[in-house]
Nanobody, 127 residues
């Protein structure tokens, strides 16, 4: 397991943008498939985006497709989530997740696929 620390959340108006970051420590992030999930009050945790170990493959939840971009910079041991055209329905705590991936191209979209989680960062979108 690795330690994950998210940042970049905050209050934004509908239509605005945010970039979330997730720093991996203490080891390199390069061997991990990674993803973002979110959880709104009284709702289950929802898949947002995933990226494979080498960054070539990505996948997105239906609710954010076309508005979100996941990226990684393993030199900085950092995962990113760029969210555009934000809506009040995007209000949630956003979590970064990681799982050791032996094979390149592994994309993990289920909560149960991951064994390392950050503490979350709150995103609030006002109408």
């Amino acid at each position: 397991q690795v330690h994950l620390a998210e940042s970049g959340g905050g209050l934004v108006q509908a239509g605005g943008s945010l970039r979330l970051s997730c720093v991996v420590s203490p080891t390199t992030s390069a061997m991990y498939a990674m993803g973002w999930f979110r959880q709104a009050p009284e709702k289950e945790r929802e898949f947002v985006a995933a990226i494979d170990r080498n960054g070539d493959g990505t996948d997105y939840g239906d609710s954010v497709k076309g508005r979100a971009t996941i990226a990684r910079d393993d030199a900085k041991k950092t995962l990113y989530l760029q969210m555009n055209s934000l809506r009040p329905a995007d209000t949630a705590v956003y979590y970064c997740a990681a799982a050791w991936a032996i094979r390149r191209g592994t994309l993990l979209t289920k909560e149960s696929d991951y064994n390392s989680w950050g503490q979350g960062t709150q995103v609030t979108v006002s109408s």
